[in-house]
């Protein structure tokens, strides 16, 4: 076993970040962050489009901050820059490129097991996005477009017929992206896309209503297949198009095996708390937008990380 932690978090997002500072700020030291991508805040990085606006209250959520960090509307940028400055006075330990197994309780804490080890540490936090496990089509993927079904803009080029899937913020802000340089469709099973945000709303309408997004509402997607090297898109009423490329933007979900493995127990696909996070397992937190309905709010997650650390300081004092 390495090291033995006061603290370890697991996952570096805002929550993460947020429990990690504010514990140092209140006394606690020996704090080890748990990044199983190459940098922090690996959700906002892949799943966030350059220059995506980021508010404070997300889809109209008021929430005054609790803690020490002040967060304020801005880009995808601005908000990376934002957590890169928290981290660098170096306060704690960022361990990137490791992923968490399983979390087991022992007698004077947990013993968290990664790979290669573990480590020994008398609290732990899970602040694991719901992006790191994007939600995927009940029907199956071919094998043979698998390159072609995405869940990012990562793989995308120009010139390409592409239609995006779903109808929320990032499904939108995906179809208006590409809409530029790109033939795009945009399908959602419902018949609005009122669970967007203002500004994605009016965008949408724009861009429909301009002819550069094609919107299929009320409308269901029954199988893919493959068709001459294009992705065949099959609908609930017999009918199909083809496409150079599907983009999935249908959310994320709970990693439930890995909370079970842990120990924690879920009711409707969320973990268990209390007014403080922790879980039906002592000592053990959960915080940021796994425990949140929709997820996505960052200054609710800087909230939980305050309150987890104002909660184990007045534990250990």
């Known amino acids: 076993m390495e090291h033995s932690y006061q603290l370890a978090i697991i996952g570096a997002g805002p929550a993460g970040i947020a429990t990690a500072i504010e514990s140092y700020v209140l006394g606690m030291r020996d704090i080890v962050v748990l990044e199983k991508d190459e940098n922090h805040n690996a959700t906002i990085r892949k799943f966030y489009k350059d220059n995506k606006r980021v508010d404070k209250d997300w889809k109209g959520q008021k929430v005054e901050l609790d803690g020490t960090l002040y967060f304020m509307d801005g880009t995808k940028e601005s908000t990376l820059d934002f957590f890169d400055q928290l981290l660098d006075n170096e306060a704690v330990e960022l361990r990137t490129h490791t992923e968490v197994q399983k979390i087991v309780k022992i007698d004077d804490g947990f ?66 992206d590409l809409c530029d340089k790109n033939k795009v469709t945009i399908c959602y099973r419902r018949g609005t896309f009122r669970r967007a945000n203002p500004t994605n709303q009016s965008d949408i309408e724009r861009v ?90 960052i200054a609710l997650g800087l909230n939980h990380g305050f309150a987890i650390a104002n909660y184990i300081i007045r534990q250990t004092s």
Do not use: W
Request: net charge negative.
């Open 111 to 176: 013993e968290v097991f990664i790979a290669g080890g573990s480590i020994k540490a008398a609290y732990v936090v899970v602040t694991i996005g719901r992006m790191g496990k994007p939600n995927k089509p009940d029907y199956k993927i071919p094998p043979s477009i698998k390159n072609q079904v995405n869940f990012t803009l990562d793989a995308c080029s120009q010139g390409e017929k592409v239609m995006v899937v779903g109808g929320g913020d990032s499904a939108i802000e995906y179809a208006v």
């Open 208 to 297: 429909v209503g301009n002819g550069s997004v094609k919107a299929l509402l009320n409308t269901e997607i029954t199988e893919l297949e493959s068709e001459g090297g294009n992705v065949k898109v099959i609908f609930s009423d017999g009918s199909s198009e083809l496409f150079d490329r599907i983009i999935y933007a249908i959310g994320g979900t709970t990693p439930s095996g890995f909370l079970q493995s842990s120990g924690i127990r879920e009711e409707e696909g969320k973990p268990v708390h209390d007014e403080n996070y922790q879980t039906n397992v002592r000592g053990l937190f959960v915080a940021g937008d796994i425990t949140q309905e929709s997820g996505g709010s």
